[in-house]
């Protein structure tokens, strides 16, 4: 008896479960225009919402706060759905990682009076876009990709997103000036590493 009740409260479970994930999926539906677009998200809610609720979770560390995230990006995501051309790939998913990981931090440090989040504990986070091979890459992109994660973010948002420094620094929540020193740090720190490789890149 006790076994029937432990499985149907596990179902119940998972029942509210996929009933809350159709509820949400229909709210933010309700925002977008076209069919097209409907369908877009739709494939990009399914696809990414676990792993964007995972890295939100692994940095607030509460998963009402990593929900409340979730869910600020996702509503960023329906403002940017043009830039976004297909749904299954890694521009698209680097794209995803960047912006509910920058919203996590952002959330985190506010809440924290901006103490930084040990380094450490985004190890972590950060790999789950790391799953390109360097090696199959053009020198200049295996550079970025060797870049810290707040120099790299920026550098694949102007240079593969295509994105105005104005449009990074609302995805990022941080200000245009900041977009600016870091993609010159950058550049700067690109040189670097490929003089250390032998290379020269003016």
Do not use: W
Not at 21 to 32: D, F, H, V
Request: charged content about 30%; aromatic content about 8%.
């Amino acid at each position: 008896m006790i076994i029937f009740t432990a499985i149907a409260t596990n179902c119940n479970k998972r029942s509210d479960l996929t009933g809350g994930i159709k509820s949400m999926l229909a709210l933010y539906l309700t925002m977008i225009d076209t069919p097209e677009d409907k369908n877009k998200f739709e494939q990009l809610y399914m696809k990414y919402r676990r792993l964007m609720f995972y890295i939100a979770n692994q940095i607030l560390k509460d998963e009402y706060l990593a929900e409340d995230a979730v869910h600020s990006t996702f509503l960023k995501l329906i403002d940017n759905l043009d830039k976004i051309d297909e749904v299954d790939c890694h521009k698209t998913k680097s794209f995803i990682v960047i912006m509910v990981r920058n919203h996590s931090i952002n959330m985190y440090n506010q809440r924290k009076r901006r103490k930084l989040i040990p380094f450490e504990g985004l190890e972590a986070i950060y790999s789950v876009n790391n799953d390109i091979d360097i090696s199959e890459l053009g020198t200049i992109e295996g550079a970025i990709l060797k870049l810290p994660d707040i120099y790299r973010d920026v550098m694949i948002l102007k240079y593969v997103h295509e994105l105005s420094n104005t449009e990074i620094a609302l995805q990022l929540d941080i200000t245009e000036a900041t977009i600016r020193k870091r993609l010159e740090r950058a550049r700067i720190k690109i040189k670097e590493i490929l003089k250390v490789e032998g290379l020269d890149f003016d």
